[in-house]
């Protein structure tokens, strides 16, 4: 990633080799705090979503979300001012 500001959001995946997801948001949002995450996974439980809030990400979305719920859930995340 380069330090231009092309980079709105990205979506990523929590069940990913080498590093997950989370840690990967931890990474990017301590470098990049102004790109928003929103994950995306098959995993609905409580401690996937604790700890990807806490690594700093923006939203969380089951993999089976509608497309116009995606694509709106995107919209809003990038509409978030950052407090």
């Not at 330090?3 to 301590?30: F, Q, S, Y």
């Not at 470098?31 to 809030?53: C, G, M, Q, R, S």
């Amino acid at each position: 990633m380069s330090n231009n500001h092309n980079i709105d959001v990205i979506l990523m995946d929590i069940d990913m080799p080498i590093l997950n997801g989370i840690e990967a948001t931890e990474i990017v949002k301590n470098k990049y705090p102004h790109i928003k995450i929103i994950l995306l996974t098959v995993f609905d439980n409580d401690e996937n979503i604790f700890n990807a809030i806490k690594a700093g990400a923006d939203g969380y979305l089951l993999k089976e979300v509608e497309p116009k719920t995606l694509y709106e859930d995107i919209i809003d995340t990038l509409m978030e001012v950052p407090l």
